[in-house]
């Protein structure tokens, strides 16, 4: 499984790196999207600028982790037809998810830096576990509907999710999958230390999307 395990996770790398925030807003409005607002190449920051192209980076961005997650069992496969069989194919999964995720955020495209890594998770998210991602969705949705708080809706629905997940999975499949997913968590929990530090404080920014 090494050399396969090895493929997958570099694949799932550098769909993860692609940055679809900083591509939109350059194409479509001139600018480079880390000098403006919060600096960040994500979702929220993006919509800042304009509404419509934070969606499509959040489409785009979800998507890259999705199709990074969907195409690790065939591309193990075809390195190796044993390292997708079913007591190999969580760790498989798991970590073609992790990397999608570590991608986004260390983007070789970017001189290792990037994103927090929210739209992508979703995506790798969406492709283990659908209903789990629907049922944190709505807390997330509840969350930003209350607060208007991006941050603070997508720490809570990062730490939330491997325990909702960890119910839909398998007595066998938990050992093996649910590192990856408390992973992908921390590490964007720890991408929003800044946004925990003032939300503790009361100085972060809400999300008020322009109708324009």
Do not use: Q
């Not at 790196?17 to 900083?22: A, E, N, V």
């Not at 890594?117 to 969350?143: D, E, N, Q, R």
């Amino acid at each position: 499984m090494g050399v396969s395990l090895v493929v997958v996770c570099a694949v799932a790398f550098l769909l993860g790196s692609i940055p679809f925030g900083l591509v939109l807003v350059h194409l479509f409005r001139g600018v480079d999207v880390r000098t403006t607002g919060s600096g960040n190449i994500g979702t929220a920051n993006v919509a800042r600028i304009a509404p419509a192209l934070g969606l499509w980076t959040l489409v785009l961005d979800a998507a890259k982790g999705f199709v990074a997650v969907i195409l690790a069992k065939p591309i193990a496969a075809h390195v190796s037809p044993t390292a997708a069989d079913s007591s190999h194919l969580p760790i498989i999964l798991g970590a073609s998810a992790l990397f999608a995720v570590l991608g986004h955020v260390f983007s070789v495209f970017l001189k290792f830096k990037g994103g927090k890594g929210v739209a992508t998770a979703l995506g790798t998210f969406l492709a283990l576990m659908p209903m789990a991602v629907l049922i944190v969705f709505v807390i997330y949705v509840v969350i930003y509907a209350m607060w208007h708080y991006t941050s603070l809706a997508s720490i809570t629905s990062a730490a939330l999710f491997p325990v909702v997940a960890a119910f839909f999975m398998k007595p066998e499949e938990r050992p093996l999958l649910l590192p990856f997913l408390v992973a992908i968590s921390l590490l964007i929990i720890v991408k929003h230390r800044a946004n925990i530090r003032r939300l503790l404080a009361g100085t972060e920014n809400r999300l008020e999307l322009k109708r324009h």
